[in-house]
């Protein structure tokens, strides 16, 4: 990680559970050079920390915003993150 990492954690509501939306932002994440983790939460929303570049970090924050196909991202809430990651991965839910 270098210096000008930037770390964020996001909260993605709508309908972003059953379309495919961890494995797409995974895939998504790993072709950007993202490092982090998406996951499922109980109340039906999708949460993630992604790292990388400023650059990066706006762009996984842009596709979040559209989702997959299947999904209809109703609002996104972004706040900065902590933590070192070494891949992006899919958590379980929680």
Same mark, same amino acid.
Do not use: C, K
């Given at each position: #990680?270098?210096?000008? +990492? /930037?770390?964020?954690?996001?909260?993605?509501?709508? &309908?972003?559970?059953?379309? @495919?939306?961890? =494995?797409? #932002?995974?895939?998504? +994440? /790993?072709?950007?050079?993202?490092?982090?983790?998406? &996951?499922?939460?109980?109340? @039906?929303?999708? =949460?993630? #920390?992604?790292?990388?570049?400023?650059?990066?970090?706006?762009?996984?924050?842009?596709?979040?915003?559209?989702?997959?196909?299947?999904?209809?991202?109703?609002?996104?809430?972004?706040?900065?993150?902590?933590?070192?990651?070494?891949?992006?991965?899919?958590?379980?839910?929680?």
């Amino acid at each position: #990680m270098t210096a000008a +990492a /930037v770390t964020r954690r996001l909260r993605v509501r709508g &309908r972003v559970q059953g379309v @495919g939306y961890r =494995e797409s #932002m995974r895939r998504e +994440a /790993v072709r950007l050079g993202v490092t982090g983790w998406v &996951r499922n939460r109980l109340d @039906g929303s999708v =949460e993630a #920390m992604v790292q990388g570049s400023e650059e990066q970090v706006a762009a996984i924050i842009d596709w979040a915003h559209r989702g997959p196909p299947a999904a209809m991202v109703l609002r996104l809430e972004a706040e900065d993150g902590e933590g070192r990651f070494a891949g992006f991965e899919r958590r379980p839910t929680l």
